[in-house]
């Protein structure tokens, strides 16, 4: 005999015992077989073969202009480097308060 619960020993009333249907097994289904994919034949093309030609002169700057531009964009780059500094100068003194205060407020 096995373990038996406590529910086991308490009377209840008699509940009638349901019936079971007897139904037909499930029939399986099957997924459709994926289409077989078709072979792609490759298309071989010949590469042409090109010798390399010396460009045109013509569209060459001189060596003065190629120095004029130089020049025009390092200035431009040194502006740019200058007002970069300059805004860096106003957060730092924006924030220089702010960063005192919470020094004295930690040091408390």
Known sequence: MGVRNQSEFMPTATTPTPTVKATAPKKRVRKAAAP???????????????DL????????????????DLQTR???????????????????????????ELVKMIQK
């Open 53 to 68: 030609k010396r460009p045109s002169t013509s569209r060459l700057i001189t060596f003065e202009r190629y120095s004029k």
């Open 36 to 50: 077989k994919a078709k072979k792609s034949v490759a298309k071989i093309t010949k590469v042409k073969s090109t």
């Open 74 to 100: 390092w200035a431009i780059h040194q502006f740019e480097i200058q007002e970069l500094v300059k805004d860096f100068t106003k957060a730092f003194n924006f924030v220089k308060p702010y960063h005192t």
